[in-house]
């Protein structure tokens, strides 16, 4: 993709987000962030007349909060440029829109941003997947449906041929799902640019069942397919137990590397659809590159996850994340199917095939 491909794919993007002449734009960097990206965003927001800064951070100052085991270093979700930057936070809460190029998710700082109304839209991913993955119209209307459906619930069920079956509660959080369609025109949203899919935070402490996860489920930040069975234990709202052969170890041992109780609490679950997305995308990519947005987002995949819930208003502050997409899987709301055994089966969830 040429520079002029680059910026026009970001005026889309930011024409999706209804960047207006005159608006506050602000593009975060760090250390490691693209730096055709920086000036592609920044070339595009001046296209569209915006007043647009460029605020460039180095690596986070060492907290205690961010001395964790490096064996579990590459997912230090929720720690970034902007941990304990008061000066930064207060700059960028006057943009109406922050192009977050670092990965705020999962971070206080994030949160206290959109307070202020700023619009953050995070990208990471490498150009041919933003190209691929762009927003279509029938997007949001789609994601928005699974929305409502989250918001009425009172129980998320998940079952799969493997074994599998997994109740949550809902109502603590759920009245307002994370909904992603892939770009924000709303003052205090978050979106990530790419993937379309909707999820929720389940009520703390009450989530209760087993998992099985089976051959090609995705572990993130691994981005690895599962190759075989882990029976996953969980009680009161967190896991208990992980079983099985090599995998199991595996995860097993990456979970107790952050010597951290909140890491096996059970997060944000939900399901994709994406049909831009690739199930089998993590095969194609350089992994350094690319975040994994088309496992976590590819139609029809239940992705659930543990660790933090500061998204929501929760107090769980841990940097420890997984992201698990189950493929081939179901998931019902009060008992209505939203996905069964891969395949969407509301109708205005639904990508209608021609
Ligand atoms: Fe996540």
């Not at 997912?75 to 902007?82: K, M, S």
């Not at 150009?127 to 927003?135: K, Q």
Request: charged share 20%; proline share 6%.
């Amino acid at each position: 993709m040429t520079a002029i491909d680059l910026i026009d794919l970001f005026q889309r993007e930011l024409e999706l987000c209804r960047v207006k002449p005159g608006e506050v734009m602000a593009v975060l960097s760090g250390p490691g962030t693209r730096n055709d990206y920086i000036e592609a965003f920044v070339a595009a927001g001046q296209r569209l007349g915006a007043e647009v800064f460029h605020l460039n951070l180095p690596t986070a100052k060492k907290t205690s909060n961010n001395t964790r085991p490096t064996t579990a270093q590459g997912a230090l979700w929720g720690l970034t440029p902007l941990t304990g930057h008061k000066s930064g936070v207060e700059i960028l809460k006057k943009a109406g829109i922050l192009i977050d190029l670092v990965g705020l998710l999962h971070s206080p700082e994030q949160v206290e941003i959109q307070k202020a109304g700023t619009r953050v839209l995070m990208v990471v991913e490498p150009p041919d997947i933003l190209a691929r993955m762009l927003s279509r119209p029938n997007s949001r209307p789609r994601v928005e449906a699974a929305g409502r459906k989250i918001a009425a619930a009172k129980t998320l069920r998940i079952t799969s041929p493997a074994g599998s079956d997994l109740t949550y509660q809902l109502g603590q959080y759920s009245h307002t799902p994370i909904l992603q369609y892939g770009y924000t025109d709303t003052p205090g949203r978050w979106d990530h640019f790419p993937g379309v899919f909707a999820y929720t935070w389940p009520n703390e402490g009450q989530s209760e069942g087993t998992i099985v996860l089976h051959e090609g489920d995705i572990i993130f930040p691994f981005k690895e397919f599962v190759r075989n069975d882990i029976v996953i234990t969980v009680e009161k709202g967190f896991i208990t137990d992980i079983r099985g052969g090599f995998d199991a170890e595996h995860l097993k041992h990456f979970m107790a590397a952050w010597n951290d109780p909140d890491a096996y609490a059970m997060a944000h679950i939900g399901w994709g659809l994406d049909e831009m997305a690739l199930w089998n995308g993590i095969s194609l990519i350089n992994k350094e590159s690319a975040i994994g947005q088309d496992g976590r987002a590819y139609y029809g995949n239940i992705l659930w996850s543990t660790g933090p819930n500061t998204d929501v208003g929760g107090t769980r502050n841990t940097p420890a994340h997984l992201d698990i997409a189950m493929r081939g899987a179901s998931l019902y709301l009060d008992g209505e199917p939203m996905v069964e055994k891969g395949d969407v089966i509301p109708a205005d969830q639904q990508i209608k095939r021609g």
